[in-house]
Every structure is written in structure tokens, then in C-alpha cells.
């Protein structure tokens, strides 16, 4: 359960040391205070390019998956050819191993 963020810290910095820290929180993904809590706290931040595309792709797999079952429970397929979204789930795991891989 999250806590409700009710402290502020103030602090002074130049405009410009602002902007960086402001284009590094999204750099990472990340808010400007999320981003200041894991570097005050000494946390590792690890930034992963190219999850977008992987999540489209488990979300199109999944609307498939679920679109097939509908028919299925319909009655309306009897026979699903499935090697394709077989193969398509493979290539996925692999690129899931990879960037786990490289984050380690």
C-alpha cells in the first residue's frame, strides 16, 4: 500500500541544473521526485529502451488470445491453426530473455 506524499523539501539550484535533472527524471522514465528520491536514497536507476514495442506486442497477443477463446467457448472454431502465435510468443520470450539479460 502507498503512502500518501505529504513532505516537501525545498531546495535552491541554478535553472539550468534544474533542466538536467528534469530531462534525466525523463530520460528515465521516471517523475522529477521519484527520480530525486532514488538518487538521494543511493539507488541503482536502470533505464530499459525498446519495452514499449514488447508491451504492444503482449498486448496485441493478448486481445488475440482473448478473441480466440471467446470463439472457442462460442462454438464458432473448431480448428485454430496456432503455429504462428506459437512462433510469435517464442520470438517475444527471446527478446524478454535478452534485455533481461543485459539489465543484469
Known amino acids: ?3 500518501k506524499k505529504s513532505a516537501i523539501i525545498t531546495a535552491r539550484m ?3 541544473i534544474k533542466d538536467l ?3 534525466q527524471a525523463k530520460q528515465a522514465g521516471m517523475t522529477v ?3 530525486i528520491i532514488t538518487c538521494a536514497l543511493g539507488k541503482e536507476i536502470v533505464r ?3 519495452l514499449d514495442e514488447i508491451l504492444a506486442e503482449v498486448k496485441a497477443q493478448g486481445r488475440n488470445l482473448n478473441q480466440l477463446t471467446t ?3 462460442m462454438g464458432r472454431i473448431q ?3 496456432s503455429d504462428d502465435l506459437i512462433d510469435s510468443y517464442a520470438d517475444l520470450c527471446q ?3 535478452r534485455i533481461s539479460r543485459e539489465v543484469q
Request: charged share 20%; net charge positive.
Open 21 to 23: 535533472i528534469q530531462h
Open 71 to 73: 470463439l472457442a467457448n
Open 1 to 3: 500500500m502507498q503512502r
Open 95 to 97: 527478446k524478454l530473455l
Open 79 to 81: 480448428i485454430l491453426r
Open 14 to 16: 541554478t535553472p539550468g
Open 33 to 35: 521526485t521519484d527520480y
Open 48 to 50: 530499459v529502451d525498446g
